[in-house]
């Protein structure tokens, strides 16, 4: 198993949990943005860089990502994309993405959407708070407890 870290909008608190985790269970994990991003020195984290563009981040996680990998992603459509690849999905906020919950996501992803493309403000997540924190901090040992 490795970890894909759609890293342009993951929050530092979850790429250090990542980093935290990935050095403890001997996981390779992968940092994927199109600008620099650091990594602390270890033989299990790195990161690359990509192009400027839309959704060049994501097609490079999704090219290069294998069944039975984890992609850490709040972008539905690639958590859907991956998936169907036999990837498993956690967002930042610690929502594991299933083929069973990933349909409705997209779904209410897009009447979203469309809500905000005709003038009506949706508003934007809430802030990233400690709840948030530990539901992905207690996911992810569950999903490496696995591999």
Known sequence: MKIWVDADACPVVIKDILFRAA???????TLVANQFIRT???PYLKAIQVSSGFDVADDEIVQRAEAGDLVITSDIPLAAEVIDKG????SPRGELFTKENIR???N???FMDTMRSSGI???GPPPLGQTDRMN???HLDR???KK
């Open 23 to 29: 050095e403890r269970t001997k996981t390779p994990l």
């Open 40 to 42: 602390p020195p270890s």
């Open 87 to 90: 990837c498993q999905a956690l």
């Open 104 to 106: 409705g996501r997209l």
């Open 108 to 110: 209410m992803r897009d």
């Open 121 to 123: 403000h949706t508003g």
């Open 136 to 138: 992905f901090a207690n």
């Open 143 to 145: 999903v490496l407890a």
